[in-house]
């Protein structure tokens, strides 16, 4: 199976399904998580730099804030559909459930190739497509925050787009913002400290010591990247590390410093002169202790999973396993902290940085990298806890436990009218 054959969203509903079963949920509970709440298709024209007009699409949806306003990224991709953009949305939900953030589910995103707009063509494409999202934003009803190919900056313009059409202060409406203008210390790299912690963490129960594991990451980018430094930094060896462009390994643990100065001036890890250049598909089947997919989804399918040597799956990157995958690697008894658990460091973050903005005063560094390390640990340490209770995955043990939190939530909040 390719990328392109993946359907995210009827994943996402397999794995709610199996989750209402182990829980015997409520069936009009499991009908009400099976749908979004709203889903909003625009069109987003851009003014070209040179005089033409083109239009693409985006999407906002909101996959259930029974918990509270809808949280997500934005992103900006080629090829991307509404289908993906939902099924995203509703592993939000999921993810927020996990970490007990009064947050519910929500993502968007457009149609779009960034890398061929000038920076002018960019921030027209993001305010236009910040007025047409416009109904659903609000720091009580929806709060954005980056995603793939989106930054501080693009959230900059969306908040100043807000503020100027509302006409009043907009702080609280989206995270992930430039400290100048209410960002929370830490949020950029909240992320990969997220993943580090239930590295350290997954280790830990499985009995692996992190001095001298072997790690071997897809993805050298905004997750993967500083990843790579933290986990370097507790004695790990990163021995490989791949990108759409090719891949490097060093069985002694590569010089992360030095590929990162690579990476700046070539753009790609491929080509790395202190490391031995191997196929990007060859990345699954390097001897390491850890394997962790830190790039786009349906990265890991069922001959990648055969071939995967580690004992650890850390999935840092959305859906990045299909459920043919998932399946291979139960059977391998290969252990796998999901998506929804451990890359939810950055919602974490954003619920800080939204909590600031509220409470109008600035959250210092120590407070906000030792809240989030509590409760990645609370939330790593709870969900392995129902795993052994269960007697089942970490994967199927999270999603019991986030479907289980918000169909409580559900229930108790009961339907109007």
Known sequence: MTPSDFDPLAA????LDDAAALLGLDPGIHAILSHAERVLEVSVPLRRDGGTTEVHVGWRIHHNTARGPAKGGIRFLPGLVREEVQAL???????????EIPFGGGKGGVDCDPTTLSLAELERLTRRYTWQILPMLGPDRDVPAPDVNTDARVMAWMM???????GGAAQDVVTGKPLEIGGVLGHQGATADGVTVAVREACERIG???????????????V???LAYLLSSLGMRVVAVGDIAGATMN????DIPALSGHVERTGSVADFPLGDPIPGDNLFAVECDVFIPAALHSAIGPDEARALTAGLVVEAANGPTTTEGDAVLNERG???VPDILANAGGVTASYFEWVQAREGYPWDQETAATRLRERMQHAVGTVFERAEHLKVSGRRAAYALAVERVADTISVRGSFP
Do not use: N, S, Y
């Open 251 to 254: 069985p002694a643990g590569l």
């Open 89 to 99: 949305a509703m592993a939000m939900t999921w993810k927020c459930a996990l970490l």
């Open 160 to 166: 100043d787009t807000v503020a100027v059409i509302r």
């Open 208 to 222: 692996i010591p992190l001095a001298g594991t072997r790690v071997a990451i897809q993805g050298f980018g905004k």
């Open 224 to 226: 993967g990247g500083p």
């Open 12 to 15: 996402e509903l397999a794995r």
């Open 334 to 336: 290969i252990m796998v």
